[in-house]
């Protein structure tokens, strides 16, 4: 059974820092691409980094500040996130997609399988 288990939110000050991990089951990273969204109250689902075959992709408003990682032996994707501001609070997901032009990793339809989302709350 596929599972992904997205863990590592909690409340932080702005400049802060924090480690998400999206753990997977069923199936072997390195087989697919991983993505990182967020989803903020009344907004929409966001795309916020990608991982695949070595390339990697961020968001424009997260560049310099997001850092996504993978750890085949661990089966696990990480994603540093640095200097945070309150406008990255969100509810955060990852998700795996088998393959896809990457051009297209920012849209969510194109992801079969979800974890469960861990909350970020960044305020002082």
């Known amino acids: 059974e596929v599972q992904l288990q997205a863990s590592g939110g909690g409340l932080v000050q702005p400049g802060g820092s924090l480690r998400l991990s999206c753990a997977a089951s069923?199936?072997?990273?390195?087989?697919?691409?991983i993505g990182w969204f967020r989803q903020a109250p009344g907004k929409e689902r966001e795309g916020v980094s990608f991982?695949?075959?070595?390339?990697?992709f961020y968001a424009d408003a997260v560049k310099g500040r997001f850092t996504i990682s993978r750890d085949n032996a661990k089966n696990t994707v990480y994603l540093q996130m640095n200097s945070l501001k309150p406008e990255d609070t969100a509810v955060y997901y990852c998700?795996?997609?088998?393959?896809?032009?990457?051009?297209?990793?920012?849209?969510?339809?194109?992801?079969?399988?979800w974890g469960q989302g861990t909350l970020v709350t960044v305020s002082s």
């Open positions: 998700a795996r997609v088998a393959r896809l032009p990457f051009s297209l990793w920012r849209a969510p339809p194109n992801y079969a399988y």
């Open positions: 069923g199936f072997a990273l390195d087989d697919y691409g």
């Open positions: 991982i695949n075959v070595g390339r990697k």
